[in-house]
């Protein structure tokens, strides 16, 4: 069964913090990895992962994936009151019915105090 | 608004009730998923459809829950005689063929009482 493990659980930063995500993933036939944040309402995307050691970038956010340890990372640096939500990371399958399925992680919380 | 919407946000029912939910996808997406998250958990996947065939169900999903996709447009979630433990968010995600990256609706928040 296809698993996924998001560290640490919880987080609490101030504002101008950098934080770092990390995920963890097994997941059969992988094809992608995905970053979407949760704020009290639906995920919303953020980066999408194929390549190992290739950085996707947006603004104060960044991400990396590294296949040969089945993980990635995602970075926010000065971190800001709007960053505080949920962040989850997926894995996808591919192939056979199961292609495109995401299987989440638990999710990462992380509040930016003032 | 062209983003993925589901109806309705919110519901309350009492414990053996059957529900039904709605999501409308993004217009050109042939994929639709459903997926329930539960307080401090990630989404876990319930089904897909590509364009009006189911072409996978969860074991999550029990003989209780059925999902349909008819004219490969609109989707329904339906739970028949509903339990405490259906209680979740029931979220709605579309993609394009062909794509990973999945656009997900507001949610349908269920409460059996």
């Known amino acids: 069964e296809d698993k996924v493990v998001q560290s640490p659980l919880s987080l609490v930063v101030h504002e101008g913090d950098t934080v770092t995500l990390n995920c963890s993933y097994e997941v059969t036939n992988f094809r992608s990895l995905l970053w979407y944040k949760q704020e009290k309402k639906a995920p919303t995307f953020l980066f999408m992962l194929t390549s190992s050691g290739i950085e996707k970038k947006s603004g104060r956010l960044s991400s990396i994936l590294d296949k040969k340890e089945l993980s990635s990372i995602l970075n926010i640096t000065a971190t800001q009151t709007g960053d505080s939500a949920i962040y989850l990371c997926a894995g996808v399958a591919a192939g056979g019915t199961s292609y495109g399925k995401l299987t989440f992680g638990q999710g990462t919380i992380l509040t930016v105090h003032p | 608004d062209t983003g993925v919407s589901q109806d309705p946000r919110h519901k309350i029912t009492k414990r053996g009730q059957n529900v039904t939910f709605r999501c409308d996808p993004i217009?050109?997406?042939?994929?639709l998923y459903w997926y329930r998250q539960t307080l401090g958990q990630g989404p876990e996947f319930l089904t897909y459809?590509?364009?009006?065939?189911?072409?996978?169900k969860s074991r999550l999903l029990s003989d209780r829950f059925s999902a349909e996709r008819p004219k490969g447009s609109f989707s329904t979630l339906e739970i028949q005689r509903t339990e405490q433990g259906d209680s979740a968010m029931y979220l709605c995600?579309?993609?394009?063929?062909?794509?990973?990256?999945?656009?997900f609706g507001p949610g349908t928040r269920l409460t059996v009482l």
């Open positions: 217009s050109e997406h042939n994929r």
């Open positions: 459809f590509q364009n009006e065939a189911q072409l996978e």
């Open positions: 995600a579309s993609s394009w063929p062909a794509t990973d990256t999945q656009y």
